[in-house]
């Protein structure tokens, strides 16, 4: 990922998709020669969209920046609101802020509710895969452990994903990563208080042990545009013996239709960078992906 230089075409291909997610808005078409603003492009028109969703004013998104009230500080901490990126600093321009990665043939926040970053977390919960008789099922091409983790459908395009969640202003991350898993995956919303105090018990020891961090920063996402754009923190909380995770009921709830159990291979079709993520965790954990012989990663 490179900074507002310009990004390698590999990490922004979702963010020039057309339609637009939730809409018939078709985007200005950016060839990849002209993705960087140090790239001059003195034609380019991009069209203007922000959902009605969003202008209706909820409390999660920012009023327009023509508002008279609204002097958002960005590149720092606004009262609650987090608008710094993970990727370092952003330029603004003509009062709005420009996506990093680059030109994305739309202006205004399309479906996002904050001008510049808008916070996400991704929760990856894993578990070795195991036979009947609870030993660790190697895979027959490669060798390697299979790791399996929990996949939501997601409602709105039924592809499968990661159970995550936008961070709510003044939250912790860790706060978000553990509410996000609980809502979409477990269903918490819908429990009992009394069932809710059980899950909550179970997801404190999976999430206060050990993690990895697996990824910070600017996520390609069919929702960015050039004034708006989704970030990330993918963090693996792996449950080694598995016994954590027995003891929870997997529950589709909130945004997701569905949940289950994924084997990780890269025979997956997942949401925006999710393939990207779950790669990572498959080499940190040193487990199956891939029954090619491995080429060796340099740099990850």
């Not at 590149?75 to 993970?86: W, Y």
């Not at 997601?154 to 809502?183: H, N, Y």
Request: aromatic share 8%.
């Amino acid at each position: 990922m490179s900074g507002s230089n310009g990004a390698k075409q590999d990490s922004h291909n979702k963010a020039r998709t057309s339609p637009y997610p939730g809409s018939k808005v078709e985007r200005s078409q950016v060839p990849n020669e002209k993705v960087g603003w140090l790239v001059e492009w003195q034609e380019y028109n991009p069209v203007e969209y922000t959902a009605v969703s969003v202008l209706a004013g909820p409390k999660w998104a920012d009023p327009q920046i023509s508002e008279s009230n609204f002097s958002p500080k960005f590149n720092e901490k606004d009262g609650h609101v987090e608008r710094k990126s993970q990727n370092g600093l952003y330029e603004i321009e003509n009062g709005r802020p420009r996506n990093p990665a680059g030109r994305t043939g739309l202006v205004g926040r399309g479906l996002l509710g904050r001008w510049g970053p808008n916070h996400a977390v991704d929760p990856i919960i894993t578990r070795w895969k195991r036979d009947s008789s609870g030993n660790k099922i190697t895979h027959p091409v490669s060798g390697k452990n299979i790791l399996q983790f929990v996949a939501i459908q997601r409602k709105d395009c039924g592809e499968w994903a990661i159970p995550g969640g936008m961070v709510d202003p003044g939250e912790k991350i860790s706060a978000t990563l553990k509410r996000e898993f609980g809502e979409e995956a477990l269903n918490l919303l819908q429990k009992s208080s009394a069932e809710k105090r059980e899950i909550e018990e179970q997801l404190q020891k999976l999430f206060s042990q050990e993690h990895l961090v697996i990824y910070k920063g600017y996520v390609d996402d069919p929702r960015n545009t050039d004034n708006a754009w989704m970030e990330t923190e993918a963090v693996n909380y792996h449950d080694e013996t598995g016994e954590i995770m027995d003891s929870l009921t997997l529950e589709a709830g909130d945004d997701a239709g569905r949940v289950k159990w994924v084997d990780i291979s890269d025979k997956l079709k997942l949401y925006a960078s999710h393939s990207q993520f779950i790669k990572l965790v498959a080499e940190k954990r040193e487990a199956h992906w891939s029954e090619d012989s491995d080429p060796g990663c340099p740099g990850l």
